[in-house]
């Protein structure tokens, strides 16, 4: 998987996006309309430590919440849960075997010309967050290109030569370092959505690291094929997780992992299907015995003492 996602769609529905004290407003946005919603907008707060304020210097946009916010097409949701669900769940690569996503609308966000945001990473809105998703209406503007990082990868996301008839989607793991570069000239209208783990037994997404699987892949398949020299008399191959589980943690499955292992398992788990592998967890225990040898100093010490 990924740690972004960026396409863009020339078949996306309409929304019939309507803003409550505005109306029903019109795509392609134009000069009138958009500050007919920044009538209706405030600025946009930016997270400074355990506070939110508004700071034009770090961000300069403007919002209106969800609430606010509502699409005259029924056919809008379904294309956005379709987003969240297919296309960019299997970009940022979470494991197949969790169910569907919650998406919920968090903010609409306008932005207009000089409007910038420092390089940030998102918080989560909502318990079970883990990923951003942007829809780009179609507003023509230039600029604004958005970078993401990640593990030393920086990307850049740049939708503006097609903003002006199409939709444009966007997403990244909220802990993905990103900046947008300013506008330099027209309206950038979004839709954010948080994207929220729903899978009860099932750890939440974790930001892949890039892990490369095709050497485990091959290795596997030789293994199958009966093409070492040597194999364990036992058919088994151990790996050792980061963190340390309690057997009553591992009676809960994929649920107990953290950290590395969630993204580690998530990866390997389809390499090993696909071979017909069954991958367990569990505990390893090493147990000793012999007999402790004495040299008689016990004894003569209970002799004397005794």
């Not at 019939?16 to 009538?39: C, P, R, Y």
């Not at 370092?177 to 729903?198: D, F, Q």
């Not at 892990?211 to 199958?224: H, S």
Request: net charge negative.
């Amino acid at each position: 998987g990924s740690f972004y996602h960026c396409t863009t769609d020339q078949n996306a529905p309409n929304p019939g996006l309507f803003i409550d004290g505005l109306g029903l407003v019109g795509l392609l946005l134009n000069h009138q309309e958009a500050q007919l919603i920044i009538s209706q907008s405030v600025q946009a707060l930016f997270g400074e430590g355990a506070e939110t304020v508004v700071d034009t210097q770090v961000q300069d946009t403007w919002e209106i919440d969800a609430k606010s916010v509502s699409f005259k097409n029924s056919r809008w949701q379904t294309y956005v849960d379709q987003l969240a669900s297919k296309t960019v769940w299997s970009t940022l690569g979470v494991a197949p075997y969790t169910s569907k996503p919650q998406c919920d609308l968090y903010k609409l966000l306008l932005y207009q010309q000089g409007s910038h945001l420092l390089p940030h990473q998102d918080t989560a809105k909502a318990p079970g967050m883990f990923a951003t998703i942007v829809v780009v209406l179609p507003s023509a503007f230039q600029g604004r290109e958005v970078h993401v990082s990640h593990a030393g990868t920086t990307k850049i996301l740049d939708v503006s030569q097609a903003s002006g008839f199409d939709t444009s989607i966007l997403a990244w793991y909220t802990d993905v370092m990103h900046e947008v570069k300013p506008i330099t000239a027209g309206y950038r209208l979004t839709l954010s959505y948080n994207l929220i783990h729903t899978s009860p037994n099932i750890p939440p997404p974790a930001l892949p690291e890039q892990m490369n699987m095709l050497p485990l892949r091959e290795c596997l398949e030789k293994w199958n094929a009966n093409g070492f020299e040597t194999t364990p008399e036992t058919p088994l191959v151990a790996y050792l997780l980061h963190h340390q589980y309690s057997s009553d943690n591992l009676d809960n499955g994929r649920e107990c992992l953290k950290g590395k292992d969630v993204n580690m398992i998530a990866q390997l788990l389809p390499v090993a299907k696909s071979l017909g592998i069954v991958i367990c967890l569990g505990n390893l225990e090493r147990t000793v015995t012999g007999i402790v040898e004495d040299e008689g100093y016990g004894y003569h010490r209970r002799g004397r003492w005794g």
